[in-house]
Every structure is written in C-alpha cells, then in structure tokens.
C-alpha cells in the first residue's frame, strides 16, 4: 500500500462530512480537522504503512479507533471541560516525542533517562489527552500537583505479570492494555519488589506504551533475547518508546549498551 491509497482509506473509513483531510506529500503526514469542535490532529502516514506490512488492516483499523476516540474526547472537552486531578496519570514517550500540542503549548513534562520523558495525561475512559500548559488554568492547578497527582496514580495501577523463561533466564511481562503498561516503570515500590526477586542482573524494558518488561538476566544468551524481544516490541507497538533497555539497581536506570562499553574497558 502507498501513502495517497492509505489517505483515501481512511477518507473513506472516517467519511469527509465530518473532517477535512490535507495530506502533505512531501513530509507523508496527514492533517485531520474536525469541521464542529474546529480541532485537528496530525498523523505520520510513514508509520502507519511500516506497522502495516506486518499487521496489515489491523494497522489501519487500529488508526482509525484512535482518532474517532482522541476527537471523541476533544468533543466531550469542549461541551464539558475537565474532571480535575483525580484522572490524571504519568505517561512515558521517548525523548524524540513532541515537546507541543498541535495548537503549539508546551507539554507538561519531567525528564526521566536519556531516552525517555514523562509526561501527563488527562484519563478520559477509552484514551487520555496530554496535559499542556494551558490546561492548568482550567483545572485550576500547579505543575507540582500536576506531578503529585500522577505519582499517585501510577501507585494505584495493578501490576500483575506473566513469566516466562528463556535459556535460564526469566522474563517478566506486564500487559493489563490500559494505556499505562509503561508507567509502571515510575512505580518505584513495584521495581523494588521485583528487584527483591530477581537472582541475576535486573532489566528493565519499556518498548512501547503498551507493555513493561523486567528481565532476570542469568548468562549471556539472556541479553540477546532481551534485544531481540524488544526491538520486536518497539516494531509493533502503535506508540514506540526505545527499543533499548536499561539495568535497573537501587532505584536508578543505566543503558545496556553504556555498561557493555564499560565492561570493554576494563
């Protein structure tokens, strides 16, 4: 499938009644506006298409759940404003993600490793949108309660996990599809009760939003399957986050390939 098949796709699936398309050709990105609220989105057609050779109209129909429920609740927004801070929650994105809405305000963010940020988002039932600046005025609220509000949140999340072993290496998965799987990375009395199981080296991968793994990393083999498992992950995954993991002791992150350089030194 090529970009201006994939437009007209979802022109059709979305019908033009309600939105405006413009696809600009040159960037492969898209432009939907919605003709009652007066607000729009823009989408990557590249990534689309790259998630669509492997799951093929399950891609699509995957894009187009996403943007009736996003402009669904821009709808209910405008007609019923904000509930307040007991629906906010911690969302993690890579470092690369946009810094600004779409109407050009600065995100609500707090810096986490080198590859990954936190920011904030408003649950809204079947998708959340990002907490902008210049929705705290709304919500009459700091960036600080913003913040402690979202620590808060991420603690009452269940944190249930599927193991798995791999050449004496266990692997632990959590998946619940709530939109959350990888803020639980910020759920540090969740980490530490792990780390309390974990005999080897302990991992831990956030691929994409929508799953967090923890590796018990016993021998060498278990860091080619860890590498191979999340560059699979960061693949498929409709929000990509890294594909790279990080060593986690004592509450503190570092990069797998940062320790591998070190390791070469010595």
């Known amino acids: 499938m090529e970009s201006k098949q994939l437009v007209a796709e979802l022109k059709k699936k979305l019908g033009e009644a309600q939105y405006t398309f413009t696809f600009d050709e040159?960037?492969?990105?898209?432009?939907?506006?919605?003709?009652?609220?007066?607000?729009?989105?823009?989408?990557?057609?590249?990534?689309?298409?790259?998630?669509?050779?492997?799951?093929?109209?399950?891609?699509?129909?995957?894009?187009?759940?996403?943007?009736?429920?996003?402009?669904?609740?821009?709808?209910?927004?405008?007609?019923?404003?904000?509930?307040?801070?007991?629906?906010?929650?911690?969302?993690?994105?890579?470092?690369?993600?946009?810094?600004?809405?779409?109407?050009?305000?600065?995100?609500?963010?707090?810096?986490?490793?080198?590859?990954?940020?936190?920011?904030?988002?408003?649950?809204?039932?079947?998708?959340?949108?990002?907490?902008?600046?210049?929705?705290?005025?709304?919500?009459?609220?700091?960036?600080?309660?913003?913040?402690?509000?979202?620590?808060f949140s991420v603690k009452k999340l269940p944190t249930s996990v599927k193991r798995d072993e791999v050449s004496g290496n266990i692997y632990y998965f959590l998946n619940q599809n709530d939109g959350y799987d990888a803020s639980r990375i910020l759920n540090d009395s969740f980490l530490k009760e792990m780390e309390s199981q974990i005999e080897g080296e302990m991992t831990v991968s956030v691929p994409h939003q929508d799953v967090l793994i923890i590796g018990d990393i016993r021998n060498e083999v278990g860091y080619d399957v860890l590498a191979q498992m999340t560059m699979h992950f960061f693949t498929v995954g409709a929000v990509p986050i890294t594909s790279l993991s990080f060593v986690y002791e004592d509450g503190h992150f570092e990069p797998i390939f940062i320790l591998a350089k070190n390791k070469k030194k010595e």
Do not use: C, W
Not at 28 to 52: C, P, Q
Not at 71 to 89: C, H, I, N, P, W
Not at 111 to 118: F, G, L, M, V, Y
């Open 26 to 151: 040159k960037h492969d990105k898209l432009r939907l506006d919605h003709k009652t609220i007066g607000r729009g989105m823009e989408i990557s057609v590249a990534g689309i298409l790259s998630k669509y050779e492997t799951k093929k109209q399950t891609a699509i129909d995957e894009v187009i759940y996403t943007i009736e429920q996003t402009f669904q609740a821009m709808t209910r927004e405008k007609e019923q404003g904000f509930d307040g801070l007991a629906s906010v929650y911690p969302v993690i994105r890579s470092t690369s993600f946009p810094q600004k809405s779409n109407e050009g305000h600065a995100f609500v963010t707090t810096d986490h490793t080198a590859e990954t940020r936190i920011f904030y988002a408003l649950d809204l039932g079947t998708t959340f949108r990002l907490i902008d600046e210049s929705m705290l005025q709304k919500l009459n609220v700091t960036v600080e309660q913003v913040r402690e509000a979202a620590r």
